[in-house]
Structures are given as structure tokens and as C-alpha cells.
């Protein structure tokens, strides 16, 4: 293949931002293509059926199946209250008098006479979505939600755990390098987007939860403090959904990996800003980072820079070497062999050569083990 | 139509787009080249034919010839330009995913999972009235997932309709909503009792896309699994494909109807238990899922373990495997800790590759257990039919414990057929025949082989139109024989030899516990036979002598005289490095001036 290296993730300091904001059922759109919105403003707003409640009538009143279209007091189609009465027998000559009534309110759907059963539908779950971001609708999609487009800073992550918050930005690390502990982070940092350095530890992830912040966004995390998080091992990286106190969104892996001079002096100068993040990551067919977006207020998308981290390797290309050795590490690139070269492993693979930052040691690495960080 | 001079076969996987030119060169079909280019199916192309035409250019770009025009593949071939057939398989986007129900877990809704699973489906859930869960559960289970479509089974022919009917009435109730089209109508196929299909059309046919085939267990003595696999890939074409960005422009390149990737592999294996006549076992180890293929007694069988695989759910291999299972086959220590960071960081760096020889050793470690889970999930469903052994109502049955034996038998099986980059890929072909052996375990007699360039999937549509071409192809190009494995069962006293073994008259003695390797080539064969003392089985039966014509291959015949099945790993972490080391050596797995130098302090000290 042409590209076998990592195109690296977005951080951009103003860019075009466009969210589809979609219901998971056809619904209603509430708002219209050019209209402003504000993050909690509501784009679409949808019913989901209510849960269903099947009864057994035939097994409760003590009849066939075929009988108990006879015994209800109800069709298909009527409302019911909670106690209602569903279904009656006066038994034989009176005696064996039997009873049913509704346990829920809901309508009556189904009344089957091959197994006896009754389906009550209970009333519809109103579900809605937001904007998430504030911004402008540039398109409505008919009876599903809206794209909604704006302008500003948006910072992807590698991986993530936890869904849409907001909260103004707070830098809790003074380097990059630094580990995140308790202690810094303060009752001044609730309800704040709070960013730290390489590494932020369990007992930082307990600590901020007591504090209540929304999220934390650092450069990496021990694999097993996150299981302590989370309450739970993880599989495939598929998040977004845990039942977290704050979303936690990791700029570059697993471990102790000082976040990107790039993401760190961006987040530096976003301090103090309101921030749209989500932690939901998916790795997998319709991949999906964490992100984190700063709206700029009325910003048109004139003058948009559309900056991603380059997208083409080149001689001076600075990268991340993503893969042991050196894991973690930046370095600058010096040679592009076009040709397979094997490497330890013994494998042939497409190469690089790169200079180290730090000790200016040349390495041979896979174009695959690497990440762009700038041209 | 004429015999194709000229094929092109892609496969739209979940990453890569793969594509493949066969042509007819001197009366036979063979391989020419193979081009790829990364899957756009997702944004910002959302169009599945660019990558087929990235995939494509490669081979022009190879071949110097052109095979697209501006409305894509040009067909049939004219001159030097453009291809006789073009075909497609996909995966892409996910690939197939569904949802079966039936009455009886362990009956209808297991000869359901069959189906599915062998028409190429990932199977998200069974419903089954006797499945353990309470009729919400079951209901808040259909509504929580979004397949593309649910396969509904339940009773014989004739027989009672309650129990169908109630399964009916709980996905009615659920109102499933499938995962691509928003408003569109789930499609539904029911192959059950036909004395229930009134009733079901009544219950779903106002709710979902129905569609109604043969009964699928007809008779409890029998499964019927071809009109519901047909209809599941009748509605793969309508529904799914039809769905997915740029697929109705690929449906009108490819000459052929486009079927699911693992569905095509499955028609690939089936192929080869035919063309060799043998039993076969078959394994699919990708990024993020794994499938295994078996063919024994004449049965075909395939599961999807949707969670193992080498990249995308690496982290769930380590969850499901636990530490000690994989730290088991890596002969040095790796602090808990740093494996679990350097997965974990594979996990979301998928395309990474690994650069140390360390790091290869832990990816082939991981791949070992997930071969092994993957085919023991197998093993679980290649079963023969359950609750055959008297006749019965099917109510009479419901709560019917008895089980199935399965099929695979590891002393009958004749060939594993491995795929997968990290068994097609490994750098040494030595290091892809021991993961095999150490995951699978065969007894006996097998012939191990790999697909070279996987190209499994493209040969198995190939053969529904043209199986001559997908045969021939497949036994020059695709196949690599790596050679085969003999591996007597059973103990012998201490200090005695485990078996010895004649190669064309050569005799070799092979010892408890050890791993030999015979230089046999590939393409030429050895006589070999082969004495079993008293209680150790070479396939025959213990002590009985066997003879046997065996394959050679690229590494040669390997004498594996592990014995004792499960390996018996020593407990003892020295040990253990001692005698991973003992094979890896035998076996010439990994280069030795590279493990010598692996950091000292990080391996385990041998004793002396």
C-alpha cells in the first residue's frame, strides 16, 4: 500500500468543525438550516415505543389459549390504567372466579390466542439530542437530526472513556512530562475540562471524581488504574457509554507518555475556554477518537485552516514512534528508503530512518510505528 | 458464456480493500498479482468502489495494462484491456451481523446459529425460550442490539406452535430496528414449523420485512440449512449492501452476486475438503475477529469468535486467555504491567507492527490463545445434531439436557489451512506451523498449510462460477504447504521413547516431550512408518503400527512428541522457558543471535 504509516490525530487550532447529530429513530427536527444553536439546545426530539409488558392471560385466569379473547376485557388497541382490569373468568358455576389486572398503563397490542399472551406497550420514552456544539445548522436531515457546523479548536485523542460533557478548560500540569496527582487537582477544578500531563494515576482518577470534574484530558494512563475507573475489564475498544463520573480522554496511549508539545501549548491557550468533549472511542468499522472542541463565538468558517496534522511523511517530518523501542518518543525524519527492509523480526517491511530527539541517535523504525506529529 | 481468460476478484475487508488478477497461461489458471489499498467505506469517501479502483490501479500499475474505465471494471476483456469476470466479497463496514431465535437452545435455535454462521454472519445473540433469561430480559435484549437482520426458527414440521409463536410475539414485542437505514423494516427470514407460518405472518408481517423459507429442522433427525442461507445472502445483496456507501455501483460492476468474506472463505474450505478429500479444519485469525471452518464427516461447519483477533480486540484475547495463559508461551519474563500497556496500546494503534524480536514473540503468544479459545468455541458448535436418539414431540423435549458430540475429531483431521497476517505474514514459516500446532493440538497425522497472500475469500466466489479457475489457483498460488505433523498420543514408561518412526527407511527416535524437525521438501513425499509402543495412538489405535505416504513442505516434517494432550507446560517458570526454548530451537522459530541477545535481565534464569 502507499500509506503504511499512521496519519496522525487532528489537533487544530481553527478549523472547520461539522457534527451530525443524528436520532436512533426516525423523529422529529427542531431546528431549520441556518438556524444558531447553543450546545444543550435541542435538535431533534423522538419517541421511542415504550417497553413492551407480556402477560400470560391464559396461564393467570387458568384457560386455553384459544379462550382468551373471551375472558378480556379489553381489545386490542385500548388503553389501560395501571389496575385495570385485563381479563375476567367466573369459573365454573361460579366457583374458580379468576381476576387480571393491568400492571402498567399502556395500550393493549396483542392479544394471541396460540399462546395466551397479552402484549401491553407502555407509554413512548420522549429520547432528544442536543447540539453538543455551539454553531450553526448547515443541514438539516430529514426526520433524523442535523449537521451542525462551526469554527474553532478541536483536539482528538488517541482513546477515551466516558460521553459528551462540557466544561471550560484548566491546565492542572505544568509540563507535558508531568504525572497528574491528587494534589493537584483542587475544589476549584469542578465542572472544569481539566488538563494534565503524561500521566494522570488511580488515586488522581478517585480524587477528581470527588471534586467533580468533567473530564480529564492527559497524555496516558496505567492500563489497570482505568479498569479501577471504569469498574470493569475492557475488550475491544468500543466506549463511550461507561457510567463514569467524568469522561477521560488519553492525547497518546497507555502508560507514562508526556503529551505532544503541539496538543499541550494548544490546550495552554485555550485555558479558561468552554469545551465540548466526548470521550467515545470506537477502533473498529467507523472509527471514531475522542475529542475535545472549542467553538469560536460567531465565527464564520472563512479563514478555517482546516489544520490536521500533516498527512504526507517527509524528509524533516517530526514523528511519535508509537511502538517498542523508544516507545513514545519523538524524532525527526532523515530518510525514506523506498525499498522492503527487514527489520529485527526478520520481517521486510516499508521503513524510515529518524533522528531521535534527545540524543540524535538515527533509528530504523516501520513506517507503520509511527505517527505525524508536523510537517 | 466462454471460458474467462481474465478475473478479478476483490475482497472489501474492514481495512483493506484486496484485489487479485487470475488468467489462464498455458491451459491452467494461475495468480498474475495482487494489488491493495486501504477499505472507503467510512468518511470522508464513504464510497466502497474508490478503494476497489486504488486496489485495482495497483495491478494496472504491476501489469501495465488498463482494467478500469470511467463506469469501473471494463468487462468482458477487449485486447490487452479490461477482464473477463469481475467478482467481489466484502466485510466491510462491519460486515453481516445478526440475530437468531428458536424454541429450544440446544436444537432449533443452535441449527439457526449454524446457519447463520455458515452463510457468514456474525451472530450478536441466540434467543431461545430455554436460553435462561426472563421474557423482558429477552425482549430488552432485541431492542438494545441493531442487527441487520434475525433468522426465526422453532419446531419440527407439524408439530406443537406455541413456543414458536411466543418467540414471535417477544421480537414483535421488541420492535428491533435494524443497525443500517434508519425507517427501514427489519428483514425477518422464519424457516420453522410451516404449520406456524400463518401465525407469524400475522404476529411480524405488519412490523418487519418478512420472509418465509423451508423449515430449517424439519425433522429432529435432520437440518436443512440451505434456503435459510440463501435468503440470508438474498438479503445481504437487498438490505445490507444495498445500504452501505457505494455498494449498488460495486453490485452492478460484479458479475456475480457479492458475498460476506467469511461466507466465501467458507465455501473456499469446503472446496479444499473436496479437492483433497480430506477432513480439514480452517482458521481466519484477523484484527478482530476470529473464524474457524471444519469439515469432518462430511459436515461443514464454521463459528466467528467476533471478539478474538491481533489488533482490534487484542486486549479481549488477554481478558478472555488471562495473563498466565499468555505469559505461558513467551520463554522470558514480562512484568504484568508493561504487557498489559503494550497491548493495550496495540489495541488502539492497530497498524502497528512489531519492531523487536520480543514483541513478535508476545504477538505470536497472544495468537496462540486465540487460536486455541477460538477453536474450542468450535468445537462447542460443530456438533452433531442433539435430541435425535428417539422420536419425540418437540415439547417433550423441551427440557432435553443430552448433548451433541462434536465432530471434530483431532486424530482423523487431515489438514489445517491457516490465514490471517499473523500466520500468513510470520516472518519464519517454522514459527506459523508451531502456533498452529501448539493452538489446535492435532494427533496423529495432518498436513499444515497457510494461505499465502489470503487470498481465501476471492477463491471461494470464484468457485461459484467458475470452479475449475478458483481449484487451480488455490492449489499453486494460495496454498503453502508447510509441511506435516506427526503426533503420537499417549504415555510410555519413564526414560522409554515416545515413538519411533521410519522416513523412507530412516529410522528416528522421538522422545517424550520433544519437537523434531525432518527435512522434508515441498512437492516431495516420504514413506513413513510409524512404530507406537503399547498405549501411545499415531491413529489407528494404541499400539497399533501405521504407514503412511506424508507431504514435505517448506518446513519440513515436524515429529511432535508432546504426547500428553493439553501440553503439559511445566509449572515451574524456568522449566518452562527451558523447554519453550528446547522447541523453539528444534523448530528453527526465531533467529538465534537475536534471542541471545534479547536483555538477559529481562529473561528468566535457566538453571543449568
Known sequence: MASAYVPGLKVAERTQVRKVRRLPIPGDVLVHQGQTVSPDGVVARANLPGNPQTLNVAHAIGVDPGSVPAVMQKKVGDTVAAGDLLAFTRGMFGFGKRELKSPVAGTIELISTVTGQVTLREPPIPIEVSAYISGRVDEVLANEGAVIETVGAMIQGIFGVGGERRGEIAIAASAPDEVLEPPALTPALAGKVVVGGALVTGAALRRAAEVGVAAIVVGGVVDTDLIAYIGKDLGVAITGQEPVPFSLILTEGFGAIPMADRTWRLLGRLQGRMASVNGATQIRAGVMRPEVIVAEAGATAAGATGEEAGATLDIGTVIRLIREPFFGHLAEVVELPPELTEIETEAHVRVLRAKLRGDGRVLTVPRANVEILES | ?608
Request: hydrophobic fraction near 45%; glycine fraction near 10%.
Open chain 2, 1 to 608: 458464456m466462454s471460458e474467462p481468460r481474465s478475473i478479478i476478484a476483490t475482497d472489501c475487508g474492514s481495512t483493506t480493500t484486496k484485489a487479485i488478477l487470475i488468467e489462464e497461461q498455458d491451459g491452467a489458471y494461475r495468480l498474475i498479482c495482487r494489488g491493495e489499498a486501504p477499505t472507503t467505506v467510512e468518511a470522508p469517501y464513504e464510497d466502497v468502489t474508490a478503494g476497489v479502483r486504488n486496489a485495482v490501479r495497483e495491478i494496472e500499475e504491476l501489469t501495465g495494462r488498463r482494467f478500469l474505465g470511467d463506469e469501473g471494471l471494463m468487462t468482458p476483456r477487449n485486447g490487452d484491456q479490461g477482464t473477463d469476470i469481475y467478482l467481489s466479497t466484502s466485510s466491510a463496514g462491519g460486515g453481516l451481523q445478526m440475530m437468531v431465535a428458536g424454541v429450544v437452545k440446544s436444537m432449533t435455535a443452535e441449527s439457526a446459529q449454524r446457519a447463520a454462521l455458515g452463510a457468514g454472519a456474525i451472530v450478536m445473540d441466540v434467543i431461545a425460550i430455554d436460553d435462561g433469561r426472563k421474557p423482558y430480559e429477552r425482549i430488552e435484549r432485541v431492542r438494545s442490539l441493531r442487527p441487520d437482520m434475525i433468522l426465526l426458527s422453532g419446531g419440527i414440521d407439524g408439530g406443537t406452535i406455541t413456543h414458536v409463536a411466543q418467540i414471535a410475539e417477544l421480537i414483535a414485542a421488541a420492535e428491533p430496528k435494524p443497525r443500517l437505514g434508519l425507517g427501514f423494516r427489519l428483514p425477518i427470514i422464519f424457516a420453522g414449523n410451516i404449520a406456524a407460518r400463518d401465525h407469524v405472518q400475522e404476529i411480524l408481517g405488519a412490523k418487519a420485512d418478512l420472509r418465509i423459507v423451508d423449515n430449517l429442522r424439519p425433522v429432529l433427525e435432520r437440518e436443512n440449512l440451505g434456503p435459510a442461507r440463501h435468503e440470508i445472502h438474498n438479503l445481504f445483496m437487498e438490505h445490507v449492501m444495498a445500504q452501505a456507501p457505494g455498494y449498488d455501483r460495486l453490485m452492478r460492476w460484479a458479475g456475480a452476486p457479492i458475498m460476506p468474506t467469511p461466507g466465501a472463505v467458507g465455501l473456499g474450505i469446503e472446496n479444499v475438503a473436496k479437492q483433497y478429500g480430506t477432513t480439514v479444519v480452517g482458521v481466519d485469525i484477523g484484527g478482530a475477529t476470529t473464524d474457524v471452518f471444519s469439515v469432518f464427516q462430511g459436515v461443514f461447519n464454521r463459528t466467528v469468535s467476533a471478539n478474538l483477533g491481533m489488533s482490534y480486540s487484542m486486549r479481549n484475547v488477554l481478558l478472555e486467555a488471562g495473563v498466565a495463559n499468555i505469559t505461558r508461551w513467551i520463554p522470558f519474563a514480562v512484568p504484568q504491567a508493561d504487557l498489559r500497556n503494550r497491548i493495550s496500546n496495540k489495541m488502539i494503534r492497530p497498524t502497528s507492527v512489531p519492531a523487536l524480536l520480543e514483541d513478535l514473540i508476545i504477538e505470536q503468544a497472544l495468537a496462540r490463545e486465540a487460536l486455541r479459545l477460538a477453536f474450542e468455541h468450535h468445537k462447542t458448535l460443530a456438533v452433531g445434531l442433539k435430541g435425535t436418539h428417539e422420536e419425540k414431540d418437540i415439547g417433550a423435549l423441551f427440557n432435553q439436557v443430552s448433548t451433541g458430540q462434536t465432530l471434530i475429531d483431532l486424530m482423523a483431521l487431515g489438514m489445517i489451512v491457516g490465514s490471517g497476517g499473523v500466520l500468513s505474514h510470520a516472518p519464519r514459516r517454522s514459527q506459523a506451523a508451531l502456533m498452529m500446532l501448539d493452538a489446535f493440538q492435532p494427533e496423529g497425522i495432518t498436513e499444515l498449510t497457510v494461505d499465502s497472500i489470503f487470498m481465501m475469500p476471492q477463491l471461494g466466489v470464484l468457485s461459484t462460477i467458475h470452479p475449475r479457475a478458483a481449484a487451480e489457483v488455490f492449489d499453486k498460488d494460495c496454498l503453502i504447504r508447510l509441511g506435516t505433523a506427526i503426533a503420537p498420543v499417549g504415555r510410555v514408561p519413564a526414560g522409554q521413547p515416545l515413538c519411533t518412526i521410519r522416513v523412507d527407511g530412516r529410522e528416528e527416535t522421538l522422545a517424550v516431550g520433544a519437537i523434531r524437525k525432518v527435512p522434508l521438501a515441498d512437492g516431495t513425499t516420504a514413506r513413513v512408518e510409524i512404530a507406537p509402543p503399547r498405549g501411545v495412538d499415531v491413529g489407528k489405535g494404541p499400539g497399533v503400527p501405521v504407514s503412511a505416504e506424508v507431504k514435505g513442505g517448506v518446513v519440513g516434517l515436524i515429529l511432535d512428541g508432546r504426547g500428553r494432550r493439553p501440553l503439559g507446560l511445566p509449572e515451574n517458570p524456568a522449566d518452562r522457558v527451558k523447554k519453550l526454548m528446547e522447541w523453539n530451537t528444534a523448530m528453527d522459530c526465531y533467529p538465534a543471535a537475536a534471542m541471545s541477545a534479547l536483555d538477559t535481565r529481562q529473561r528468566v534464569e535457566v538453571r543449568a
